[in-house]
């Protein structure tokens, strides 16, 4: 550890932050990318997002951290293995190229666990490509060699003065290539080995909660003050610059992709502006610690332009890539690594270069092309070999017929209980109860009366309920009819209608009142449609919806009344040609 005269609290306060803020980027990805998967999927990708805490985190610490900012093997390409489990622990190494020059003022384990949420999200990110089809125990292998064989070492390279990378001369202030770019050279190797979810490019599935996704990008847009603003280790006039590069860029991103998906789909939506915003926030990340204000503001332009046209690369090169981490994360990664070399100011950062903009010539954009080429390759080859591995060994995709419910396979639950029964209480125990043993059997006529517990053995007469203080009169609700008397003559309309026409449930239930209704039940239905509803997705995506929603209104009525009830169904949408009228008789009307 450092001397602890040489820790400056405000530096070490700022980086614990800073370590804070990128931990909760992970949550804020499972969210961010949850809302967008289909609703029986949910779970699943939250745990694989989740799960990266878990794993990562200890792969780091027991040679991640030491492969990547350990001393230098000698070759560039990886530290040595003297700091294995953190042991024997030194002054942590200045990253190059960034603010900090000669000693670090913060104590090596605030380094250790600022680089160590770098290395959880890093990862993570793939699990948007490849939402839907991933096998839980095989994604748990695969990024625990993935964070040790590929991420550590690019790390290295990049942020150890003495990594490969580091002494050609290319930069990368907060992961452009070590986080963005690698990730999504992993994407394209992972899709490789999954393959394509079933019935792609011609099926889509809406997101189940837009406000989800929203409240997740969100959350990545605050944690990236932590990812880009800690980079330079010190509580600096640096630290606010890279800040307001990073909240200028996203802006910049938010609004040319909501003009650009303006003008190509002719909507501006809420899940292209927050698109836009990490496009931005991932093409700022290499190149926040080194360029004035006014670059970042056309930095995260570009991006907004770049990644939005972006969207069209999977289909080009036939990947299923779910939720366009290609285009977002890896177009982006790689763009701001490149715009370093025309942006790049050494007023804004004296230890980073002048870009091409200015008067630095084309030396720099010449490093981060290299840097970018070498990360790209390394990842892509890599992860393709561990993901065939896993896949042979213990399998990486998940079995086909699993894939439209992963939650109910993999997790045996669901993220929602919305429905009237569904939401019920049942009956459970503290352990799961095992098919077939213990099983409790419902006693047919056992009803338990109001007010009453009903005793074991104990059951209902047959056709009587008690009524609380008053006895049940013949004819009554839940009286046989006597012979001779007459039995009520009354119908069954059933119809659909448009929920969107539908007034206040006041209005609907006094108008089917008046008309003669005396029962009233309205439940959601799905129903068939000779005309496909041409429906928008995010990003520029449409289905063609063949089931509609739609509300079915069943109303019993006398046999008089019918008409005057299909008038007032008709008024909200009902077809006739669609509706059904049938004959019933009241329970209590059976002799």
């Known amino acids: 550890m450092l001397a602890q005269e040489a820790v400056n609290s405000g530096d070490t306060a700022w980086v614990l932050v800073c370590t804070g803020l990128v931990l909760f980027m992970t949550p804020g990805l499972a969210v961010f990318y949850g809302g967008m998967v289909r609703t029986r999927n949910v779970l699943a990708m939250l745990q694989q997002n989740m799960i990266a805490l878990g794993v990562v985190s200890l792969t780091w610490v027991l040679v991640g951290y030491t492969i990547a900012f350990g001393d230098d093997a000698g070759s560039g390409l990886l530290g ?21 020059a000669g000693q670090v003022t913060i104590p090596t384990l605030a380094f250790v666990a600022y680089q160590m949420m770098f290395a959880v999200i890093t990862p993570a990110l793939v699990t ?15 990024i625990a060699i993935w964070s040790i064989v590929v991420y550590a070492p690019i790390a290295h390279w990049l942020w150890h003065p003495d990594g490969l990378l580091a002494r050609f001369g290319t ?4 992961g452009g290539m070590v986080v963005h770019a690698s990730a999504g050279a992993a994407v394209l190797a992972t899709l490789m080995v999954v393959g394509r979810r079933r019935g792609w490019p011609h099926t889509a599935a809406p997101p189940n909660s837009i406000p989800l996704t929203i409240l997740g990008a969100g959350i990545l847009w605050f944690g990236w003050f932590g990812f880009n603003g800690g980079d330079g280790l010190q509580a600096n006039g640096l630290a606010a610059q890279a800040l307001i590069n990073t909240h200028l860029a996203a802006a910049a991103g938010m609004l040319v992709w909501l003009v650009a998906e303006r003008a190509k789909d002719g909507h501006s939506t809420v899940v292209g502006g ?18 004035n204000t006014l670059s970042a503001i056309a930095i995260g332009a570009i991006a907004g332009l770049v990644c939005h046209t972006a969207l069209r690369l999977k289909y080009l090169l036939r990947l299923d890539d779910a939720l366009d981490v290609l285009a977002v994360h890896f177009v982006g990664g790689m763009l701001g690594s490149l715009l370093v070399g025309f942006f790049g100011n050494s007023g804004t950062n004296p230890l980073g270069k002048d870009g091409i903009f200015f008067g630095g010539g084309g030396s720099l954009l010449w490093h981060q092309i290299v840097g970018v080429i070498c990360v790209v390759i390394f990842s892509f ?41 569904a939401g019920l209480n049942g009956t459970g ?17 056992r009803t338990a009366q109001p007010g009453q517990t009903a005793q074991p053995g104990q059951t209902a007469q047959p056709g009587q309920t008690a009524q609380p203080g008053q006895a049940a009169q013949p004819g009554q609700a839940g009286q046989p009819v006597q012979p001779g008397q007459p039995v009520r003559q009354v119908r069954l309309v059933t119809a659909t209608v448009d929920p969107a026409r539908l007034p206040t449930t006041r209005e609907l239930r006094e108008a089917l009142l008046d008309a003669g209704a005396t029962s009233i039940v309205v439940s959601d239905a799905t129903v068939s449609t000779a005309q496909p509803a041409a429906r928008a997705l995010p990003r520029g995506y449409w289905l063609d919806q063949d089931l509609l929603d739609r509300a079915r209104v069943e109303v019993v009525v006398e046999r008089d009344a019918v008409p005057a009830v299909l008038n007032v169904l008709g008024g909200y949408g009902a077809d006739r040609s669609d509706s059904f009228v049938q004959d019933v008789q009241p329970a209590t009307d059976v002799r």
């Open 80 to 100: 040595n293995f003297e700091l294995f489990g953190l042991t024997d622990l030194g002054v942590p190494p200045a990253p190059h190229l960034h603010v900090v």
């Open 128 to 142: 948007g490509a490849t939402a839907g089809r991933l096998k839980f125990i095989g994604w748990v292998v695969f």
């Open 171 to 174: 930069q990368d202030w907060a």
């Open 274 to 291: 927050v698109s836009g915003a990490v496009a931005g926030l991932a093409t700022i990340t290499p190149a926040a610690g080194y360029v």
């Open 381 to 421: 080859v890599l992860s393709w070999l561990i993901a065939a591995g896993v896949q042979a060994v213990i399998g990486l995709r998940a079995p086909t017929d699993t894939q439209d419910n992963l939650d109910h396979a993999q997790q045996g639950t669901d993220a929602y209980h919305l429905g009237g029964v």
């Open 429 to 445: 125990a503290p352990e799961r109860r095992r098919t077939g043993r213990n099983r409790p059997t419902a006693r047919p006529g």
